[in-house]
């Protein structure tokens, strides 16, 4: 079966541009959550999705926003693009909400210039 | 102080060697406690899920929380070069609440 799957898993951006980040989760999981990586740090909670609704949210911005479809599948919006958004984007999926194993996909490296 | 401390290394062990990683955290409320392996410039991979204090083994991996003193551990037992990784603590309260991770604990298995 297939994991939890993002894309794109590069892609450059420029300061003050937008960018959109999708993931798929493992087939059955209805709870999709995104976090923030930087070098050499642990990752970040921004999101919590389940059933369509944000169910938690992190210490970021209001530029940061996200959505989650019918079929469970979810995107991450980044606005006006700063240095400091240079990251791993990592989407993790579990079965509910409350969920607590929670498996994560292989990331979008966003890369702000 | 950060919610969760993990020493970054690197812990450079010889192949067969038991391993130790740790992490303490302030947080009395965290009840579910995970353990990820993350190799380079992959997602983190879950190894080891705890709920409350207590052991847990799982082949080579063994995982132990004790609450009372806010510590949690991840034994690796024969440790082989392809355990070479960084390895991150995890935690959450319940519900809805996002995971907080430690800064990880870089590894590294010589042959």
């Known amino acids: 079966d297939a994991g939890v799957t993002q894309s794109p898993t590069h892609l450059i951006k420029t300061r003050g541009q937008q960018v959109t980040l999708r993931c798929s989760p493992i087939?059955?999981?209805?709870?999709v959550s995104w976090y923030q990586q930087v070098l050499g740090q642990g990752p970040q909670f921004i999101f919590q999705y389940y059933e369509k609704e944000e169910r938690g949210r992190g210490n970021f911005p209001d530029r940061f926003s996200a959505r989650q479809f019918p079929n469970y599948s979810s995107e991450l919006n980044v606005n006006a693009l700063l240095l400091g958004d240079s990251a791993l984007y990592l989407c993790?999926?579990?079965?509910?909400?409350?969920?607590?194993?929670?498996?994560f996909g292989e990331g979008s490296w966003l890369t702000v210039v | 102080q950060k919610e969760v401390e993990q020493d970054p290394g690197p812990l450079s062990v010889p192949e067969g060697a038991i391993v130790s990683l740790n992490c303490t955290y302030s947080?009395?409320?965290?009840?579910?406690f995970m353990w990820y392996r993350q190799y380079s410039r992959k997602g983190p991979e879950l190894l080891m899920y705890?709920?409350?204090?207590g052991n847990k083994e799982d082949g080579r991996f063994t995982a132990q929380v004790d609450k009372s003193s806010k510590y949690i551990s991840l034994f690796i037992r024969d440790s082989q070069p392809s355990d070479s990784a960084t390895y991150l603590c995890a935690m959450k309260r319940g519900g809805a609440d996002g995971l907080t991770f430690g800064k990880g604990t870089h590894l590294i298995i010589q042959p």
């Open positions: 087939s059955g999981h209805k709870s």
């Open positions: 705890t709920y409350s204090s």
């Open positions: 993790a999926s579990s079965l509910e909400g409350s969920g607590n194993t929670i498996y």
């Open positions: 947080n009395s409320a965290f009840q579910y």
